[in-house]
């Protein structure tokens, strides 16, 4: 029994994710591989073969993979995959674009965001919105199974020594190609992997409130900004720092939210980080259900206060 993660990387450097998603295949026992599909990405699959409880790399290069098509890496994922019993993605953007591709080619049912590993077929994953958790069994021969990094620790990224083999990358599939991309640009840390989180919520009333609040707090701890999906909708804040069921998964070590009510889509992305923190002048506010700690107070005092304290 050997299972396969699909690596994310940026042809030079693995991504947090990969880490998590190597712990997830450890715990379905028997050996780990993990492909990497990339172009001039060597760099990687050093990196991959770095990262401990990893047996094997696989490196497929070719310029079809160089962003991550999702047509092109199911290609190469479906080029090896009789060799193995799971495979595995991050359940991110990228791998949720893969993997029901490659579980529908292989006419088998995809195991979605699971949290933990029961035994080799029985697993763990959260529902209506991790408000309850189902036990799932799959009785496929080969289980594609996408994995919510936040419900697993990550594998120490050195300490590794695997070997790296070579594969033909899978020709072109002529479906999509890529245009361009708009990165946006951002010294802080990104979201999913940031140790500190500060989130605004639709409280903060206009997008300039938001920033002259949130921004001071997040520059005195080094933290990431989130926010609401009120606030992203009402146009306080860009769609990519969204928390929740339909924005990011996170769990970091302290979640400071402010003027956020805690609707269950909003708790459904953050309830599982360390420590969390409300300031909300409502007492009755759902956030202070799932925080460690509550302060009962208007965010436009409580919050440069504690910048000043801080």
Request: aromatic residues 4%; charged residues 15%.
């Amino acid at each position: 029994m050997t299972a396969l993660v699909i690596a994310e990387h940026d042809n030079a450097s693995i991504k947090g994710a990969t880490l998590n998603t190597v712990t997830a295949a450890l715990a379905c026992g028997g050996d780990v591989h993990v492909l990497v599909a990339g172009h001039n990405a060597g760099a990687a699959a050093a990196a991959a073969a770095q990262i401990a409880g990893v047996s094997k790399v696989i490196h497929a290069d070719g310029a079809q993979l160089a962003h991550g098509l999702a047509e092109n890496v199911a290609a190469q994922v479906l080029a090896i995959a009789g060799n193995y019993s799971h495979i595995l993605f991050p359940a991110t953007a990228s791998g949720k674009n893969v993997a029901p591709r490659v579980a529908a080619k292989l006419d088998v049912g995809q195991v979605s965001d699971i949290t933990k590993v029961v035994t080799a077929d029985t697993f763990e994953r959260p529902i209506y919105a991790g408000n309850a958790i189902a036990t799932v069994q799959s009785t496929d021969a080969k289980k594609v199974i996408t994995v919510r990094t936040t419900g697993f620790d990550a594998a120490a990224a050195n300490g590794g020594s695997a070997a790296v083999e070579t594969a033909a990358a899978a020709a072109d599939s002529g479906k999509s190609s890529f245009v361009g991309s708009e990165i946006a640009k951002n010294d802080r840390p990104e979201l999913t992997a940031a140790k500190i989180i500060v989130s605004g919520g639709r409280a903060l009333g206009s997008s300039e409130k938001f920033n002259e609040v949130m921004t001071p707090l997040a520059d005195k701890l080094g933290a990431a900004i989130g926010a609401s999906r009120a606030a992203v909708d009402a146009g306080y804040a860009p769609n990519d720092l969204q928390v929740g069921q339909t924005g990011k998964i996170v769990a970091p070590q302290l979640y400071i939210a402010a003027g956020i009510s805690g609707a269950i889509q909003h708790l459904a992305g953050m309830k599982d980080s360390k420590v969390i923190v409300a300031i909300n002048k409502d007492p009755e506010a759902p956030i202070f259900s799932v925080a460690d700690y509550g302060l009962e107070a208007d965010l436009f005092t409580a919050v440069p206060e504690l910048v000043k304290s801080l």
